[in-house]
């Protein structure tokens, strides 16, 4: 079996067709469902882009990094720190403003960390990530060439205002909805046109023999660091946006359980085809609604205890689907063709 067939980079009809609908459905959320799901959706969209930065260095290029919520952090802190509370800002320069500053931590980090192999880079990721958290974490506010930095420490910082588009209104909840969905389609269609791009099969070569892919020639130093940097700016992005929609950034979402998420979502939804990331983000999201409401079941608080069960349904994907979700998808449109005919 091909790589991009066992890695399911080439998308089944059943699979598109889901995903069709899938798309069809979040454009109408805004007209037949409450704010508060709207913004609920909104808010698995903003997970679906981290969820797909991650899957570029996961599931393409086979980097598995405990740290990436760093970036997912900086963007965010960004949009914070240049923030105002006279009123808001331009997006229109925040926004690349938070993807650039991602995109420069990750180089820099990323400049150590892709020499290493393994589980060594495992390690030294997640390592760097807890740095930034507890830089964060310590310290309210912290001094740097001249600027007084609100960081807010361990209580985390506020955010008065949306950002300023100028042509529409993001305060208005539907607007940004909307652009939510924008940007994940934007984020979505240009990651599918890079995996298929020279540098998206160097990538993938990468992740099934990065020897082989030395001898031809090729510098796969620098094709990793390229995707570490792309993958840290678009965790960025995604934090920007969850910083505009919820109004709040904390340390937490720096943090180790915040990239653990993310690698979870990666799995859920299979890897290496960036609709399995969208898909792992929005069953993860709504499965931590579903087992927290679990009820109490005699002296035993089911809910209490979600994290045993998303654990217990990983457990059960890794092993009876490992393509994740979509590859479940296309098992079962496979086996209605192969009926069909």
């Avoid at 949009?79 to 690349?96: E, F, N, Q, Y």
């Avoid at 539907?174 to 995996?195: E, G, K, S």
């Avoid at 720096?254 to 979502?265: D, E, T, V």
């Amino acid at each position: 079996m091909s790589a991009a067939k066992s890695h399911l980079e080439v998308l089944p009809r059943s699979v598109q067709a889901v995903l069709l609908v899938a798309l069809v459905a979040l454009a109408a959320v805004p007209f037949v469902a409450s704010d508060f799901y709207a913004q609920m959706v909104a808010r698995m969209m903003i997970l679906a882009i981290f969820a797909m930065s991650l899957d570029l260095l996961q599931g393409v290029t086979g980097l598995v990094s405990l740290g990436h919520a760093a970036f997912f952090g900086i963007g965010g802190y960004v949009l914070s720190l240049v923030s105002s509370d006279a009123g808001a800002v331009s997006l229109w320069w925040t926004l690349p403003a938070a993807v650039a500053v991602s995109a420069l931590f990750a180089f820099v980090i990323g400049f150590f960390v892709v020499r290493t192999h393994g589980i060594y880079f495992i390690m030294v990721t997640m390592a760097f990530a807890q740095m930034l958290f507890y830089l964060v974490f310590d310290n309210k506010e912290l001094a740097l060439a001249g600027l007084k930095l609100r960081l807010g420490g361990s209580d985390g910082i506020y955010i008065n205002f949306k950002p300023d588009a100028s042509f529409f209104d993001l305060e208005n909840k539907t607007v940004f909805y909307y652009f939510t969905l924008a940007c994940l389609l934007a984020v979505y269609a240009f990651l599918r046109r890079l995996l298929w791009s020279p540098f998206g099969r160097t990538l993938a070569g990468i992740r099934v023999n990065e020897h082989r892919m030395r001898a031809l020639g090729y510098g796969t130093f620098g094709y990793k660091l390229a995707a570490f940097t792309l993958a840290g700016a678009l965790a960025g992005l995604a934090g920007y946006l969850w910083g505009a929609q919820t109004g709040f950034v904390n340390p937490e979402l720096m943090g180790f359980h915040m990239s653990a998420h993310a690698i979870m979502m990666v799995i859920l939804g299979g890897m290496g085809n960036f609709a399995g990331a969208i898909a792992g983000a929005f069953a993860f999201e709504w499965l931590l609604h579903v087992f927290k409401d679990l009820p109490q079941v005699g002296g035993f608080d089911a809910g209490k205890h979600w994290q045993l069960w998303i654990g217990i349904f990983i457990v059960l994907i890794v092993a009876f689907a490992p393509r994740g979700l979509l590859g479940v998808v296309a098992r079962i449109g496979r086996s209605k063709e192969d009926a069909g005919g």
